[in-house]
């Protein structure tokens, strides 16, 4: 018998978001002039104040292994936030520091889900849920939403979903890939629903909390009776610019947090206390650190915006959060160009990567075929040419 690769990695893509840009900067690295509208990652520094946390935590020595769910000032930095900016009063018991948000989320699923359990994910997702519930062997029970409903799902399409196999019900607002943000009133009906489903975790991913244009962040732990029912994740990614420091957090009941905590003690003993130590910085500091990307972002959203809605076959909304704007480019479907034929959101992807040199995502990944991923953390003047280019070639299916 071949050695190989087991058969739990056969259960795994490979992110279809990480993929894309990785093949945008192969092209690039062979000459293409490609502009890269494929990764969801802030185009900005990580603010001053939190590096200079960072390099005083060097400086400090905070170099040796910290305590496996993070160190206590900086859970304590983090419960500060939650109560701040959320209204919602946790213990740094119920706190747990990760490698990213992605790794947060790993643990609770591994935490949560047995074979055969039942995820409902709202479509369109963020590409990393489904392959983490298949890991843990769980059903994807998807809730197909569209443009014409903003992307989001109602209480009564999630009421129709639920059965009593259900673990998990995921939600992201604002949302990746849609950029869509649930008000208040529509986190209510959702907990409405599930009050009547005990046996339910929800998982609300709020790593977009701080780029949000409506008034308003609602967190779904905080409708009545929910706390106790819901793992906040978020992290400093997206709201800090600070992709590269690999830090998420969990806020949870304390059965799920320990048993988060007892996961990443075998996988990884806590993350980088560095990078711990400059998350406390930024928890502090709060969304003013964040104001002034915010404010570009909403300047290229629009910028983006008006660009696509001049494109004939984009069908496009407005976006009230993230650095996302997700069209529905089906009226695209059955028409060709040079060896190319459009019938699903990766097609186009693929097509305008090969004939435009802009590089985007395929909504078939996040469960919406139909629909395109572009996201503007760009530059406005490659936003600008990227708009240009991808108009030209649209032009050219027929
Ligand atoms: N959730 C969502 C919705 C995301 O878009 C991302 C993308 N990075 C993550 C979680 C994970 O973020 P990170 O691991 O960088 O904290
Ligand atoms: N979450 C970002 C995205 O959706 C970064 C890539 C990733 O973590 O998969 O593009």
């Known amino acids: 018998?071949?050695?190989?690769?087991?058969?739990?990695?056969?259960?795994?893509?490979?992110?279809?978001?990480?993929?894309?840009?990785?093949?945008?900067?192969?092209?690039?690295?062979a000459g293409r002039d490609i502009i890269s509208l494929s990764l969801g990652e802030p185009d900005f520094d990580t603010p001053d104040p939190i590096k200079a946390a960072g390099i005083r935590a060097i400086e400090e020595n905070h170099t040796h292994y910290p305590p496996v769910p993070g160190f206590a000032d900086v859970r304590e930095a983090i419960c500060q936030?939650?109560?701040?900016?959320?209204?919602?009063?946790?213990?740094?018991?119920?706190?747990?520091?990760?490698?990213?948000?992605?790794?947060?989320?790993?643990?609770?699923?591994?935490?949560?889900v047995d074979a055969g359990d039942e995820v409902i994910l709202p479509t369109p997702y963020w590409v990393s849920y489904a392959d983490m519930v298949n890991l843990a062997?769980?059903?994807?029970?998807?809730?197909?939403t569209g443009i014409a409903q903003d992307f989001k799902m109602t209480a009564e399409q999630l009421r129709g979903a639920l059965t009593e196999n259900t673990r998990v019900?995921?939600?992201?607002?604002?949302?990746?890939?849609?950029?869509s943000v649930y008000t208040s009133e529509e986190m209510a009906a959702i907990a409405d629903v599930l009050r009547a489903h005990p046996h339910a975790i929800a998982i609300s991913d709020e790593i977009y909390e701080y780029i949000n244009f409506t008034a308003q962040h609602a967190s779904f732990a905080a409708q009545p009776g929910m706390m106790?029912?819901?793992?906040?994740?978020?992290?400093?990614?997206?709201?800090?610019?600070?992709?590269?420091?690999?830090?998420?957090?969990?806020?949870?009941?304390?059965?799920?947090?320990?048993?988060?905590?007892?996961?990443?003690?075998?996988?990884?003993?806590?993350?980088?206390?560095?990078?711990?130590?400059?998350?406390?910085?930024?928890?502090?500091?709060?969304?003013?650190?964040?104001?002034?990307?915010?404010?570009?972002?909403?300047q290229r959203r629009?910028?983006?915006?008006?660009?696509?809605?001049?494109?004939?076959?984009?069908?496009?909304?407005?976006?009230q959060g993230a650095f996302y704007i997700f069209p529905d480019v089906s009226a695209l479907f059955g028409?060709?160009?040079?060896?190319?034929?459009?019938?699903?959101?990766?097609?186009?992807?693929?097509?305008?990567?090969?004939?435009?040199?802009?590089?985007?995502?395929?909504?078939?990944?996040?469960?919406?075929?139909?629909?395109?991923?572009?996201?503007?953390?760009?530059?406005?003047?490659?936003?600008?040419?990227?708009?240009?280019?991808?108009?030209?070639?649209?032009?050219?299916?027929?």
Request: hydrophobic share 40%.
């Open 335 to 398: 028409k060709s160009c040079n060896g190319h034929t459009i019938s699903s959101g990766q097609d186009l992807a693929m097509y305008l990567l090969e004939e435009a040199e802009v590089a985007t995502v395929g909504g078939d990944a996040f469960g919406s075929p139909n629909c395109m991923r572009i996201s503007y953390a760009a530059s406005e003047t490659q936003l600008q040419e990227a708009i240009r280019r991808i108009s030209a070639a649209v032009a050219r299916l027929s």
């Open 228 to 298: 106790e029912r819901t793992v906040t994740v978020n992290g400093v990614s997206k709201g800090f610019a600070m992709t590269g420091w690999r830090i998420g957090y969990i806020a949870a009941p304390q059965w799920i947090a320990a048993a988060c905590t007892k996961l990443q003690g075998q996988f990884t003993s806590g993350a980088s206390g560095i990078s711990q130590k400059a998350t406390a910085a930024a928890m502090n500091g709060g969304g003013s650190l964040a104001a002034d990307m915010k404010a570009a972002f909403l």
């Open 169 to 179: 019900v995921m939600l992201n607002s604002p949302n990746n890939p849609s950029g």
């Open 81 to 112: 936030k939650l109560q701040r900016d959320n209204g919602l009063t946790y213990s740094a018991d119920q706190i747990v520091v990760s490698t990213g948000a992605k790794h947060s989320l790993m643990n609770v699923i591994l935490s949560l």
């Open 137 to 144: 062997g769980g059903q994807v029970v998807e809730v197909q």
């Open 302 to 319: 629009d910028l983006v915006i008006s660009g696509l809605k001049a494109i004939d076959g984009l069908d496009v909304n407005t976006p």
């Open 1 to 29: 018998m071949q050695p190989r690769t087991s058969q739990l990695l056969g259960r795994l893509s490979e992110s279809a978001t990480i993929a894309m840009s990785r093949k945008a900067r192969e092209l690039k690295a």
